[in-house]
């Protein structure tokens, strides 16, 4: 894919400074581009690659007024955007149009099951186990290796693999992305004590995920104990994370990787919980919410309340937590000295 | 599976408060059910749901001598017993009896190596492998797309996957469950240090599982460099939990999701290890030890104590670290209001 | 195999002291080793084991100028060498050699795409799909279940399975080991804020890693968004580890299980980063950095320097604020005892 820079910058709204005519036929990072390559340009702590930078051409924000043009690399066409970030993205999309899914059809390796409905469209790659009852709706894309479990339904443009596992009775909703290593449906980790030992609960209900949510690689998702373990429309799940019997989480959460959220606990919407941030069973996550990674979280959240620490606290008040526990040991050599002090005057007083 | 209310309550050992005639054709959570199925309260702070509950009947423990019954919604049926929760548990098992495992027999495109023991009742699903020497005893149950290594035994009783990766030389017991994605005997990760370099130290043994052990999805147990790594009789593991070289685990554990212990740590028998919980090696860590979410130990624990923190210290010494860091802020600026009033006991002695 | 005692001294370069005609066909560690079996002491926690071991022989350091030899179980011979741990790593892989790899050819099972370049000596085991345009070096291992996506490289003498997912456009060095469960190459999570909803940021760079690199069980490395996420020659990863899109890891770190690397951070080489730490993105790590477990790292770190903690600071002012931590309800207790001091200072000048 080629564009000129005068076509680029129209298709991308953005003002030229250099020659229309030269050419661009790919994107890349302002400190590996090359001749012929487009960049960009939003975070100020990369502003000194702009000096010696070999892209073509770098998209970045024209000047606030009255303040100088940052110095630029001789040779370097500049596009001029508002935005810079979402234009240089709707640039990586100029070169890079989203692949064509793989052609219909399924693959003479697959096994599939008895009446398994096929929608319009689908793909079934090779080695794949569909088990009986699934329905595969329009255009579903299940990749090579990837078994789906019985009763299980894959909503439509939704691509599962390769070597994915969704195990029995879970519902898929549609442009459902997940990635390999993904296991959904899984039992979910309940016992009973009887005797010293641990007698396992059956966990018979299922898994529903919504629509346009996104699973990384090898994300676990167990099924409830009874009704459904839930992700709503629009989530997004980073690679390694751990969703319980029975959670339920709202719409468009982004939840970083190696999350652990245990069973019950239900999250709201619009939440961001950070790498490996640990959450206990049966809790409420209010929509909005933020927790930074690492953090612990043992009580519910009220919405829109940002969290740090293990066991969390709200943000603010954490970090003055932090910067106090540093200087611990200053504080508690301080004391020490206050004490001598207090001897001096309590000698000179007796 | 339907069952009338009075069955149901002669079955569970209940005292029936309604009408008998009445038929339950599933379970299903309080907040959830609907007529025709039934629910329990075990957790008090569920009760306020018994009101607006559509439940056809509850399970719930006898009001306690001179205790009001609490209100609950009309025409919903009781069911009067000392433990609820394990009669719903019994409830749950009369409507969902144990799926039959799949028919006996192995996939046509499933691949038996030489010298294969297969014992009775065996069922080997599609695109399984089962390398040579394998034995796969009575009843085993090797699902789609499972591998399993050289020389390896899976007992009787036995379901492994689907997408299940066991390596050589591992001996799985009796009545084991592993989920999908779960690897078992992966090299430990163990090299030598030589001129800067890591030298791979040759990982020669393998791993043991006792009877009834569960292990949930996309866990991993590395191979003992020599002799075993070992997971003892009826230890139950979560999702996503890291088992290192020659560890050993005793018997009947509870070890929650994301967990990580490191080589050659032993843990006894009766440990419970909450999420995301990290072991460094070559510890001991006693019977009946509970270590709390997100805990790090570095430490040996001895048998029967309770672990909090990272370093962790016992539970209750660390509530009150917990509690005196949150106020540490506070006694910072106590300590400097402190300095002040010496300052002036100090001028007033000048 | 079998060799005679003095056989193995002399391959060891060890002094006997015992039977040299006694015959050795295996190792063991020192508290399970029996008749036959050669063992060793490096670690003096284990001193203690050497008074009541089966085993045959055992290698332990030459006594220290004028050290009473430690006392030793009877019959027990002995193979003195400067460093036990090292020689007995050579006797390892003397007795177990490294196994030969499985033999060239292609399953007929496997599925090879269009154009795939396959070198010499080539395995690739049943179930496998090869997509078009790979190229399988000499020697290459792929072993059941592994997919290796469209534009894929493998490296010479390179193992890769069982059940593998290598992405498209992925390079992997020579000599690498990627154990089961594995993840390469999956899209990076990376989503644009547009009307409350996140949308899908194309990943259309790739992976690269590098030479006798090895991988543990399931650990996920996202492809870059542009560029590369890049792992160093000879770096070596344990099981369950996550590599963000566009991280780049320097040669011969070692990294140890449930590490999380969020996006774009640069790792120097010779890096140690413990079990279970975090990093947050963009920032750099200097070589031979050592952070310690459940670390999280939230800015630059120069090299040479050992950290610990969340939010980590240097490990030597770690500790001492882990000291005063501990003590924290103690030093509270403290103040309020010189605040009564002072009330009373404050009473007699009153």
């Known amino acids: 894919m080629t564009f000129t820079l005068a076509e680029l910058a129209r298709r991308l709204g953005a003002q030229l400074t250099g020659d229309g005519r030269a050419t661009i036929n790919g994107v890349a990072p302002i400190e590996t581009a090359g001749p012929g390559q487009l960049s960009f340009l939003a975070n100020p702590k990369y502003t000194e690659y702009l000096k010696t930078t070999r892209a073509e051409a770098v998209i970045l924000a024209p000047p606030i007024n009255g303040e100088p043009r940052p110095e630029v690399a001789a040779g370097v066409s500049l596009l001029a955007h508002q935005n810079p970030y979402h234009a240089f993205l709707q640039a990586l999309s100029l070169f890079h149009p989203t692949p064509a899914p793989p052609p219909p059809g399924v693959d003479r390796s697959a096994r599939i099951g008895h009446k398994v409905q096929l929608g319009g469209r689908v793909h079934v790659g090779p080695n794949c186990v569909i088990e009986e009852n699934v329905t595969l709706d329009d255009g579903a894309v299940i990749l090579a290796g990837t078994y789906v479990g ?129 959450i206990i069973g049966h809790l409420e996550i209010g929509d909005n919410v933020v927790v930074a990674g690492q953090s612990g979280i043992s009580k519910d959240l009220p919405p ?47």
């Open 150 to 278: 019985a009763s299980s339904v894959v909503g439509a443009e939704s691509m599962l693999g390769p070597n994915v596992t969704v195990l029995r009775e879970c519902t898929i909703g549609k442009r459902v992305r997940i990635h390999p290593g993904c296991v959904v449906g899984s039992d979910g980790f309940g016992y009973a004590p009887r005797e010293g030992k641990h007698e396992k609960i059956p966990q018979v209900g299922g898994v529903t995920i919504g629509d346009d949510v996104e699973l990384g690689a090898c994300v676990t998702i167990d099924r409830a104990t009874m009704g459904q373990t839930s992700i709503g429309r629009g989530t997004k799940i980073d690679n390694l994370v751990q969703i319980a019997h029975n959670v339920t989480i709202g719409e468009d959460c982004i939840i970083i990787s190696q999350v652990g959220i245990s069973g019950s606990t239900k999250i709201g919407s619009h939440v961001t919980l950070a790498g490996q941030v640990g």
């Open 304 to 350: 829109g309340t940002v969290w740090l620490g293990s066991p969390a606290t709200e943000m603010s008040h954490q970090k003055r937590v932090i910067v106090a526990l540093n200087s611990l040991p200053e504080t508690i050599k301080h004391i020490r000295a206050l004490e001598r002090r207090i001897a001096e005057l309590e000698a000179k007083l007796k």
